[in-house]
């Protein structure tokens, strides 16, 4: 299924700057570069979330960029995040069934696999996936270690946290901070030992990209950032500020709500409530209930201290890992969610009731995709028209509102055809005394997108 909304409906194209930024990081490492050298005009080839001064790279930590890699080699980089929605689904599986048992682990396979939020990022370039796909892993370790209490599953935890921290730094930290919830010091030291390495590596990635290992890609592009958008929407994305904000407040308990009712499957949230209740004191499982809430309560708590302005994401996409215990304690909760269902309302309205549920989640997803597929198609309608005006060896001007979320021209800008998201007072004829013997093109925003001549 995220195989064909990757292909057929989001036209296995990077729509977000967030993920052209990844698919161009994938291509630099593809082709054994971490970055490329900046061409002449850097200041006219500015795009979303990548940074280029003397060099051309992601700002972002190289791990989902790393994973893409493997799939960009071959062309196809849009196979490999469904393909991590996968490993993901397996490993809450096994988790679930070794923990709660056969038919608890399919509830919790789909109560995963079908969420809106989790199926939308998995056929997408987010690093979100990959996110949750490393974290599933250090939950399987968790699970493990509070059935057998050996330290050797927290390297396994700690393994997990640390590729998290390549990826999303902030997700491994507040699942480290989680780990409280297991009251073990010995295990949280072994994990945190075990997740140093990553640390490391991911300082040498920052000092080999960005100058310093203390200095991260985010930083080093704020600027860039504020002068495209203003100081406003480029505020700090992390201020204690944001706990008193009206704006802010109102935008995280709309993002709360979107994930409970738009992108779960539906009624998820209730059943899990059950569930944190039915894993009872003298269930074997008691101990990961407990870590569960902590996880979902501890990134619920971090929300409140993030900037939540609308994006061209799914609304709730910062509390994805969320989904992994909430699926957890939906599989403890749907027996005895179903056995009140029955005794009050009847067996034919709870199997009723389980049935719109799984129907109604895709149906969610295509809700969404509804109002996505349009806008993908306009972002890509500007590379389809150059194409079918068959520009070669040309220069493309965009004037667009934002150019710099369309002048995509690659880590090593050397494609036919050189998009230029200069500023709307420079002229054509600049363009063309900058670029002799070249063909100077303009591109102007709309539906469709429209092509005139320069020179």
């Known amino acids: 299924m995220y195989l064909l909304?990757?292909?057929?409906?989001?036209?296995?194209?990077?729509?977000?700057?967030?993920?052209?930024?990844?698919?161009?990081?994938?291509?630099?490492f593809a082709r054994g570069m971490l970055k490329a050298p900046a061409p002449?005009?850097?200041?006219?080839?500015?795009?979303?979330?990548?940074?280029?001064?003397?060099?051309?790279?992601?700002?972002?930590?190289?791990?989902?960029?790393?994973?893409?890699?493997?799939g960009a080699r071959a062309g196809l980089a849009w196979i490999v995040t469904p393909l991590e929605g996968v490993v993901a689904l397996v490993v809450v599986w096994?988790?679930?069934r070794r923990l709660l048992g056969r038919r608890e682990a399919l509830v919790a396979l789909v109560t995963l696999g079908l969420a809106p939020l989790f199926a939308f990022q998995a056929a997408s370039f987010y690093t979100q996936t990959a996110t949750t796909m490393f974290l599933a892993i250090?939950?399987?370790?968790?699970?493990?270690?509070?059935?057998?209490?050996?330290?050797?599953?927290?390297?396994?935890?700690?393994?997990?946290?640390?590729?998290?921290?390549?990826?999303?730094?902030?997700?491994?930290?507040?699942f480290g901070v989680a780990l409280i919830s297991?009251?073990?010091?010995?295990?949280?030291?072994?994990?945190?030992?075990?997740?140093?390495?990553?640390?490391?590596?991911?300082?040498l990635y920052q000092n080999a990209q960005f100058g310093s290992p203390f200095l991260d890609g985010y930083h080093v592009y704020q600027p860039t950032f504020a002068a495209l958008y203003g100081s406003t929407t480029a505020a700090n994305p992390i201020l204690i500020s944001y706990l008193w904000n009206p704006v802010q407040l109102w935008n995280h308990f709309d993002i709360y709500r979107a994930f409970v009712v738009d992108w779960t499957v539906w009624g998820t949230a209730l059943v899990a409530l059950v569930g944190a209740f039915a894993i009872g004191r003298e269930h074997r499982a008691r101990s990961m209930r407990t870590f569960s809430v902590?996880?979902?309560?501890?990134?619920?708590?971090?929300?409140?201290?993030?900037?939540?302005d609308v994006d061209d994401g799914a609304r709730p996409r910062y509390?994805?890992?969320?989904?992994?215990?909430?699926?957890?304690?939906?599989?403890?909760?749907?027996?005895?969610?179903?056995?009140?269902?029955?005794?009050?309302?009847?067996?034919?309205?709870?199997?009723?009731?389980?049935?719109?549920?799984?129907?109604?989640?895709?149906t969610q997803l295509a809700s969404f995709l509804v109002a996505r597929v349009p806008q993908v198609w306009k972002r890509e309608g500007l590379y389809r028209a150059v194409e079918r005006a068959g520009l070669r060896d040309a220069i493309v001007v965009i004037r667009a509102v934002n150019p710099s979320r369309y002048a995509r021209n690659g880590g090593l800008f050397d494609r036919s055809v050189l998009y230029l998201?200069?500023?709307?007072?420079?002229?054509?004829?600049t363009v063309a005394t900058a670029y002799p013997g070249r063909a100077v093109w303009e591109a102007h925003e709309g539906d469709p997108w429209t092509l005139t001549r320069t020179r």
């Open 138 to 174: 250090g939950f399987a370790g968790v699970g493990a270690w509070c059935r057998t209490r050996r330290s050797g599953w927290m390297v396994l935890v700690g393994t997990a946290i640390g590729w998290t921290f390549l990826t999303r730094p902030i997700d491994a930290l507040l």
């Open 182 to 203: 297991l009251r073990s010091a010995r295990a949280i030291l072994v994990a945190a030992g075990s997740a140093i390495p990553f640390v490391l590596l991911n300082c």
């Open 94 to 96: 096994l988790t679930t």
């Open 421 to 429: 998201s200069a500023p709307a007072t420079t002229s054509g004829e």
């Open 40 to 70: 002449a005009h850097a200041e006219w080839l500015r795009v979303d979330h990548v940074v280029i001064d003397h060099w051309v790279r992601s700002k972002y930590p190289p791990g989902a960029p790393a994973l893409l890699a493997l």
């Open 5 to 28: 909304v990757a292909r057929f409906a989001l036209d296995a194209f990077p729509f977000s700057g967030d993920e052209y930024s990844l698919s161009l990081q994938a291509e630099l």
């Open 319 to 362: 509390l994805s890992i969320a989904l992994i215990p909430v699926a957890f304690l939906t599989a403890g909760g749907f027996a005895p969610a179903c056995a009140a269902l029955a005794n009050r309302f009847g067996p034919r309205v709870r199997t009723a009731l389980v049935a719109i549920a799984v129907v109604f989640a895709p």
């Open 294 to 308: 902590a996880l979902i309560a501890t990134y619920a708590a971090a929300l409140l201290l993030t900037i939540a």
